[in-house]
């Protein structure tokens, strides 16, 4: 086992940058195209998806733990910001949410989640709008869930708690 990736065991929660937060559930050994490879089984339950990472590329494909208490608080603290809500077109804005959500880094979530939010009297938002805001809040969501080892919906209504007193 390549000596960078022992730090990920079975049963550990990870988040995959493309996915969210899931567990590794095992270690497999399988055959690929001729090549034996151990790779990590990763299950994530909210999209019943299993994904098979080997070991060797966890790293690169951007796998990582958990954000420690002390991240999420800074991450959390962006959703108290100012919205950065540019000026360009919604389709340049939308690429650029988009790929923050799949960077897998919870600060770059919360400023997506941030700068979508919308409170009560605020203008409509279109339907690719409150598509972009959910996804966000969906990966931000599972990852509070997961560090504060609180369920989704506490999690949820705490993040909306923050949002409205911003």
């Known amino acids: 086992m390549p000596k960078d990736n022992n730090d990920f065991l079975t049963g550990d929660f990870v988040v995959y940058p493309s ?3 899931g567990k590794i559930t ?3 050994n399988q055959q690929i195209a001729g090549y034996d490879l151990k790779v990590f ?5 909210k999209d019943r998806m299993t994904l098979r990472l080997p070991i060797g590329k966890a790293r690169s ?3 990582r733990k958990l ?6 608080k800074a991450a959390l603290a962006k959703l108290r910001g100012k919205t950065r809500a540019k000026r360009t077109m919604w389709s340049r804005r939308a690429q650029e949410y988009e790929a923050k959500i799949n ?9 997506v989640v941030r700068d979508l939010y919308r409170n009560a ?3 409509d938002q279109s339907y690719s709008e409150r598509q972009i805001f959910q996804a966000a809040m969906d990966r931000l969501v599972r ?13 949820t209504k705490k993040l909306e708690e923050l949002l409205q007193a911003a």
């Not at 954000?67 to 999420?72: A, Q, R």
């Open 19 to 21: 996915h969210g937060v």
């Open 26 to 28: 095992s270690l497999e």
């Open 41 to 45: 089984v990763i299950s994530f339950e």
């Open 61 to 63: 494909a951007g796998l």
């Open 67 to 72: 954000s420690s208490p002390t991240e999420m």
């Open 103 to 111: 960077s897998g880094d919870p600060a770059s979530i919360a400023e």
């Open 121 to 123: 009297g605020q203008a």
């Open 143 to 155: 990852e509070f869930a997961a560090v504060e080892k609180i369920d989704e919906a506490t999690a």
